[in-house]
């Protein structure tokens, strides 16, 4: 059974499109997270549930929504997709805030045309 | 703004050949974890530290937290094909912040 698990695993789209990442945690960790990974590889937190509140947004443009309905469940929604939106974006579940041990999902790589 | 430095950038060595990386910072970290990235993957926890001085091992992977609680080294000994890949640092500091920060990562590559 995957521990964290990302859908989809490639995303292809337009400029100007909306669309959604997916991710499910079943470690019964409380904490969720999501990252971005630029072409240089630095890994950068967007945001942080805990317990389904959001605890941390790190100056995210607002065109990213991120929804958690329940603590196992974060998902990701991007409005109005530019070019500079293209990375691969992590999911992660750490048993905590502050993300010691978090565990990451496999990466949606996320190319906007 | 509160930064890791993550050196080497990149590692060029032969099989069987000794590994050491670090991570310093102007800040004092509660936590250091070291993770692991294939390509396509995400990354993956090699070692968690948790006290100023702690020394882990997990195979041929040992690391510690620095004395200082500013800085981590992780060794990989005598080097396996399999060891490729991107290797980061990332630790929470003690000021407040509920999150963890990523040092820029170590790619190792392994001539055979």
């Known amino acids: 059974d995957t521990a964290v698990s990302q859908t989809p695993k490639y995303l292809v789209t337009q400029m100007g499109n909306d669309k959604s990442i997916k991710c499910e945690q079943n470690l019964g960790h409380d904490t969720m997270y999501w990252y971005k990974q630029d072409s240089k590889k630095f890994l950068k937190i967007m945001f942080s549930y805990n317990n389904k509140e959001l605890i941390i947004n790190e100056t995210v443009p607002n065109r990213f929504s991120p929804k958690s309905p329940d603590k196992a469940h974060l998902n990701l929604h991007i409005n109005s997709l530019e070019l500079g939106d293209s990375a691969v974006y992590f999911c992660?579940?750490?048993?905590?805030?502050?993300?010691?041990?978090?565990?990451f999902g496999q990466g949606t790589r996320l190319t906007v045309v | 703004g509160q930064q890791l430095n993550q050196s080497p950038q990149s590692m060029f060595i032969q099989e069987g050949e000794d590994v050491s990386m670090n991570c310093t910072s102007s800040s004092i970290f509660n936590t250091w974890l070291w993770y692991k990235q294939d390509p396509g993957e995400g990354p993956v926890l090699l070692i968690a530290l948790y006290k100023a001085g702690e020394l882990t091992s997990n195979g041929r992977l040992t690391a510690q937290f620095g004395i200082t609680r500013k800085d981590s080294f992780l060794n990989i000994s005598a080097s396996i094909p399999s060891d490729v890949g991107i290797y980061f640092c990332a630790g929470q500091f003690v000021e407040g912040a509920q999150k963890l920060v990523f040092g820029q990562g170590t790619r190792l590559t392994i001539n055979p």
């Open positions: 992660a579940s750490s048993p905590s805030a502050g993300g010691a041990g978090s565990f």
